[in-house]
């Protein structure tokens, strides 16, 4: 598996928990604990980005 590969599995892992923790908050009712799981979707996003970018700025090469 070339690095590109192993960049967009981990991409794809990172994109099902974090719909998956979004899934988690929508049907939370505490309000702590829903922000909470709202935080860690959240950060993930920047990780999916970031790893996004890498991707588009090394051609695919990373």
């Known amino acids: 598996m070339t690095a590109n590969q192993q960049i967009q599995q981990c ?16 049907s939370e009712t505490n ?6 799981l709202h935080e860690g979707a959240h950060h ?3 990780c999916i ?3 996004n970018f890498t ?6 090469m990373a």
């Not at 892992?13 to 908050?25: E, G, P, S, V």
Request: proline share 0%; glycine share 8%.
């Open 11 to 26: 991409i794809q892992q990172c994109i099902q928990t974090r719909d998956k923790l979004n899934t988690m908050a929508g």
């Open 31 to 36: 309000q702590q604990n829903k922000m909470m």
């Open 44 to 46: 993930l996003n920047l």
């Open 49 to 51: 980005e970031e790893c």
């Open 55 to 60: 991707v588009q700025h090394t051609g695919g």
